[in-house]
Nanobody, 116 residues
Framework: QVYLVESGGGLVQPGESLKLSCAASGSILNMNAMGWFRQPPGKEREVVATITSGGSPDYADSVKGRFTISKDNAKNTVYLQMNSLKPEDTAVYYC??????????WGQGTRVTVSS
């Protein structure tokens, strides 16, 4: 079992920044990747950014150049630095963990609201 806890969400104005954190615990030695996903109001969950155990990142086109995913192996934590936030970034953001081929474990989510 893998346990994920997100934090760092909040209410910000367009153009501002937030940094999300996801702390992992449990059977984490088998994780080969972690990622951030989001679910806007009334829409389906979508991938935002992923990072492999080797440190290779990937981003959705909608966030390229604005968001940065990183991890601290010593703290078992993955981060999502979100800059130049837009109203369309408003969503509940979830942290996910991949153990084999699929993202199978999820955190409780942290809400990000971008509004003027």
């Amino acid at each position: 079992q893998v346990y994920l806890v997100e934090s760092g969400g909040g209410l910000v104005q367009p153009g501002e920044s937030l940094k999300l954190s996801c702390a992992a615990s449990g059977s984490i030695l088998n994780m080969n990747a972690m990622g951030w996903f989001r679910q806007p109001p009334g829409k389906e969950r979508e991938v935002v950014a992923t990072i492999t155990s080797g440190g290779s990142p990937d981003y959705a086109d909608s966030v390229k150049g604005r968001f940065t995913i990183s991890k601290d192996n010593a703290k078992n934590t993955v981060y999502l630095q979100m800059n130049s936030l837009k109203p369309e970034d408003t969503a509940v953001y979830y942290c996910g963990a991949r153990l084999t081929y699929r993202y199978s474990y999820w955190g409780q989510g942290t809400r990000v609201t971008v509004s003027s």
